[in-house]
């Protein structure tokens, strides 16, 4: 048996918020989450890096934030041919962003 090491994980940055029905105001079933990234006068997509939408209450979503400062925009797909997508919101690269 080797050594024993201790690691210290900080919080990664992300961005978290609920996909619900328009309509109903009733949490919606998520088939996809999409991080994009305002290049130019463009928003492209951002590379998967760790980002996770499951969670245990249906309709809530968590996306990792790339550690570059820039202006974001966060797009869900959901059954039922369902789709919605985030204002713009700005990222400094360090800390995490409140609920949207």
């Known amino acids: 048996m080797g050594k024993e090491v ?7 940055p992300s961005v978290s918020g609920h ?3 328009a309509e109903t ?9 999409r991080l994009l990234t305002l290049i130019g ?3 492209r997509e951002t590379p998967d890096r760790g980002r996770l939408f499951a969670s245990l209450s249906p309709g809530k979503f ?3 934030l790339p550690p570059e400062a820039g202006t974001y925009r966060v797009v869900v797909e959901a059954e039922g041919d369902q789709y919605g997508q985030s ?3 700005l990222f400094d690269g360090a800390g995490s962003r409140s609920p949207c």
């Open 19 to 21: 996909a619900v029905d």
């Open 41 to 43: 006068t463009e928003y």
């Open 6 to 12: 201790l690691f210290v994980l900080q919080t990664a």
């Open 87 to 89: 204002l713009p919101f």
């Open 25 to 33: 105001g009733l949490p919606l079933r998520i088939r996809e989450v």
């Open 62 to 64: 968590v996306v990792g």
